[in-house]
């Protein structure tokens, strides 16, 4: 967020969605630019080690992409359109991507039992025990496993409220586990989506979906 965007909305007294949500702060341009740059070289050390797990396998980084969102998606988020809006890809380039991993039987498709023209995209064990090889990242982990575990929870609790902020500023769609989601309800001691009425497992809530939104903050 630009500093001229930041001081607009507190002059207007508007919400900019930046960290805070109850007022905005200014966020200077330098320490802006220093996220971006350490953000930027850590998500090329997490591409260079997923091209080089990918040919080990042989497949692309975006098809261990694909594999890794559909095993921890629930049910309502494991369509190729949740696939291509979780990814920002077109919608032919996912269909090739699940081609291949279908073939090689790392994902299969099932019909919708209520919706026949539904087809919910599931991993196989196969894909499972592949996701399982190269997430998380072994340099992600390695460093982590460096950091005093005090620091290392602070930083994946300011890297996950980075992630909402952005996801705010951008309007972008969560994809976040329904245990946060302003639709997840407790009914008689029974989990419940709002949205769809549906009961849900504690496995369930768990998972992300493309329909989670976070509750509004009071």
């Known amino acids: 967020m ?29 320490s802006a630019t220093q996220v971006h740059i350490v953000l930027e070289r850590l998500c090329n050390l997490l591409r260079v ?40 890809q077109t919608k032919g380039t996912v ?6 991993l279908e073939n090689r039987r790392l994902v299969r498709k099932l019909p919708d039992a209520a919706d026949r023209r539904v087809v919910h995209l ?13 997430v998380p990242a072994r340099s992600i982990a390695e460093a982590l496993g460096l950091l005093p575990e005090r620091d290392a929870d602070r930083l994946a609790q300011g890297l996950a409220q ?16 329904c245990k ?11 989990f419940r989506c709002g949205l769809t009425g549906e009961v849900l497992s504690a496995a369930d809530i768990e998972l992300i ?7 509004a903050v009071r």
């Open 49 to 88: 080690e997923a091209r080089a797990q990918g040919a080990a396998q042989g497949l692309l980084p975006v098809q261990l992409e694909v594999l890794h969102y559909l095993s921890q998606c629930n049910r309502y988020s494991d369509t190729v359109q949740s696939v291509t809006e979780f990814l920002g």
């Open 209 to 215: 979906c493309r329909e989670h939104e976070y509750p």
């Open 162 to 177: 980075l992630l909402r902020a952005a996801q705010q500023a951008n309007r972008a769609k969560t994809f976040a586990a």
């Open 122 to 134: 599931k991993v196989t064990p196969a894909g499972r025990r592949l996701v399982s090889k190269f």
């Open 2 to 30: 630009s500093e001229a965007i930041c001081q607009e909305n507190i002059d207007t007294k508007l919400d900019c969605g930046y960290a805070c949500r109850k007022r905005c702060r200014q966020v200077t341009p330098m």
């Open 95 to 100: 269909s090739q991507t699940l081609k291949i």
């Open 180 to 190: 946060s989601c302003r639709f997840n309800q407790v009914v008689d001691g029974a």
